[in-house]
């Protein structure tokens, strides 16, 4: 691949770097600035067949980016403005995209090899309007480096302050330090510890920040989100040799449970069906009092490996089991009232269909635990239907839920609009053996028992056990037999 193109690629991903093998010169008395600050070598820049090369770690960090070394694999991993390169020694198969989007690749022609420690990349120019431009001053034999990524955005609203932290949680960037315009009272009305805990739900475990004026510094944090989003990472990319002991069981977990329900000809629609009812069936909520709710019940360890969680762990194990059967699915954070009481609360958005819709996987498993149950109230629902109890703290106008096409009800025809359609499912259910019966009012209040108790009467044996459950915000009848 000529070097043009492969420049070309790499741009694309938010880099200002290209692989080139290293033939051993001698060292040249090239300087590179990066943004006008000299960067300083362990391993000298070079001069090789016309190109310039440099270390990768040094340079990537001077620009900002987050660089990890995975020793098992030999491979290194750049972060940069939400999306990633992935470089590995002895392998001419460069992996970059979105943190938040398909992996792609791309064959280079030489292959990268290690001198002395570090991986040795050329530098060379790269089309404006990107992250990052080189400039080669031969007459001083200095490479000038523009890092866009460095210039701070002006934060002049709370929700640019909010995004702006998001930002730099999603780089893995834990210092760094924020400048708002005219919002000096923010730190009076705004506790920024709640965001991380509450918003984040539980992505960091502490947070260290100082706030002065408009100036607010985050020291350093700890990446306890990390749980999902390293997990996330790995079955994305297939890699393994940065996880703890417990991601890693995780990660398996989620590979077994795939290959054991899972089959290649489903629809989309199936294999969120079946892994929802994993997660369902295998799950129970821990109504531990608050303050004594373990931090393993906030992650997908406690709902996958030790079978019990709350909202942020069933939401974040739910996403883990839609990445691996390559269905985009985000967790969405807010607040849910239920019997008078509200609380921060986390849910799914996935896409079915070209379709965006909303999951609760939490409010799918009954309350108090009731082994074998599972209800179907929030299964791929819009965001009107939904908006009924859940408040999501923000709502991206481009993935708003509204289509109906593949929620539960729609989908398995259980919407009611009269007595006969009651009839109908009530009877079908029982030639099926079924032990629950779910349906949906359609302009048709399905509140009133007596509507179900005349068809039982025509159709079930006597003596037959029926639990009625109502959901009078979402007019769904549930039977329980």
Known sequence: MPLKKILAVLATAGAIISVILFVNNSPSNITVLANGVAIEFDVPPQSVNSQIIVPLRTVAEAIGAKVEWVDDSQTMWLYLDGRYIGLTVGSNIMRFGALNGPEMSTELEVVPEL?????????????????????????????????????????????????????????????????????????????????????????????????????????????????????????????????????????????????????????????????????????????????????????????????????????????????????????????????????????????IGGNYYLVDTTWASPFPDMPGMITYDYFNVTDEMISVSHTPFTVDENKRSVSERYNYFVYHNLLVHSQECIDNIIRTSLENNESTIFMRGDGLDISDISLFESAFARYAEPGLSIRFSHNDRMNIMRIFL
Request: proline fraction near 3%; include cysteine.
């Open 115 to 351: 001198v002395d420690g570090r991986i040795m990349v050329p530098v060379s120019a790269i089309s404006e309007g990107l992250h990052s431009e080189v400039q080669w001053d031969a007459a001083s034999d200095t490479i000038k480096i523009i890092s866009h990524h460095t210039e701070r955005p002006v934060i002049d609203s709370k929700e640019k302050f909010l995004a702006a932290i998001e930002e730099n949680i999603n780089n893995r960037i834990t210092q760094f330090n924020l400048v708002t315009v005219e919002l000096a009272s923010l730190k009076q009305d705004f506790d920024i510890t709640e965001y991380f805990f509450n918003v984040q739900e539980a992505r960091v475990s502490w947070v260290n920040y100082n706030a002065s004026g408009n100036e607010y510094t985050f020291i350093e944090y700890d990446l306890t989100f990390s749980m999902y989003f390293n997990v996330s990472h790995a079955i994305k990319i297939g890699e393994t040799g940065f996880l703890t002991p417990n991601e890693l069981q995780v990660y398996r977990r989620v590979r077994q449970i795939v290959e054991d329900n899972i089959r290649q000809d489903m629809s989309e629609f199936e294999k969120q069906l079946v892994l929802h009812d994993y997660l369902v069936y295998n799950t129970r909520y821990d109504s531990s009092p608050l303050g004594e709710i373990p931090i393993e019940s906030h992650t997908p360890y406690g709902a996958l490996i030790r079978g019990i969680a709350v909202c942020n762990g069933y939401s974040y194990a739910f996403k883990l089991l839609m990445d691996a059967v390559g269905i985009e699915c985000e967790i969405v954070y807010g607040e849910a009232e239920a019997n008078g009481v509200v609380e921060k609360h986390a849910w799914n958005r996935v896409n």
